[in-house]
């Protein structure tokens, strides 16, 4: 992997358009990454052993490039009489149907949505349920649910997806006084001078967690992310940073947008 790194840092003097600066941009290349998770659900009682669905590993995880396919395993240990699976991307601003991406038996599935079209079961065999993904986008990012709809007993296990494309991360510190999203407009001045008028936006938590984890991205400053949190990356764990003796990207919680205490982490 190659890249470079661009820092920017502010000084106080520099609230209008005067700005002095050292830079590092870190680019990052896509990858997609599961996590699993399992959970049996009868409708009176709940217990972790998993009747039908196999126990899907504790961790797994897939490398592939924006515009790849990806796939969610979900794998039949049984088969109960009269049965569905159903695929869903748990969405909690966006609860309803529209989450569901495609609802299968044992003769046919029925897809839904933007993502249905994009996706299939895989059926390798007679027990597979896993979802395929094709042409991955960014927007694909997040977690999915395989849930098996049988009458009173129902189980599910969920799957997280972080879907990255190719880009660059930015992070901006001691940032005057504008918002975090304005500092990553192609309007902003920082990025007319130095990024040329790239399209830019705040970073997801995947692209920073990326960076950390393929690049070794290192930066004891929190930075503004789009979900609203206040993180930092950090691979060479020191007393400054925190003190914590493992590597890992570090949180400062949701702070007060309203407080200019912190920069941003900006994607190109």
Not at 147 to 153: A, D, P, R, T
Request: charged residues 20%; proline residues 6%.
């Amino acid at each position: 992997m190659s890249g470079h790194l661009e820092l920017l840092n502010f000084t106080g003097s520099d609230r209008a358009t005067s700005f002095i600066m050292n830079c590092a941009v870190i680019l990052l290349l896509t990858s997609t990454c599961f996590t699993s998770s399992a959970l049996y659900v009868p409708n009176r009682a709940v217990t972790s052993k998993l009747k039908y669905l196999l126990e899907p590993p504790v961790y797994a995880e897939v490398v592939a490039r924006r515009g790849q396919n990806a796939t969610l395993p979900c794998i039949l240990r049984t088969k109960p009489r009269h049965y569905k699976v159903k695929w869903t991307k748990l969405e909690p601003e966006n609860v309803g149907r529209q989450n569901i991406i495609m609802i299968s038996n044992a003769q046919a599935y029925k897809p839904y949505g933007h993502l249905g079209a994009r996706a299939s079961l895989r059926r390798s065999h007679s027990m597979d349920a896993s979802l395929q993904i094709r042409r991955l986008l960014l927007d694909d990012g997040g977690k999915y649910r395989c849930e098996l709809v049988n009458g009173i007993e129902d189980e599910s296990v969920a799957k997280e997806v972080c879907a990255e494309q190719d880009g660059i991360l930015a992070s901006y510190h001691q940032l005057p006084d504008p918002p975090a999203e304005e500092s990553c407009s192609p309007a902003s001045a920082v990025m007319e001078r130095k990024i040329r008028i790239r399209t830019a936006e705040l970073a997801l938590v995947g692209h920073l967690y990326s960076a950390w984890r393929f690049q070794n991205y290192d930066q004891c400053d929190g930075g503004w992310l789009r979900d609203g949190s206040v993180r930092f990356p950090i691979s060479n764990p020191r007393e400054l940073c925190g003190g914590i003796p493992e590597a890992g990207v570090r949180s400062f919680g949701f702070p007060n947008k309203m407080k200019p205490l912190f920069g941003a982490y900006c994607y190109m």
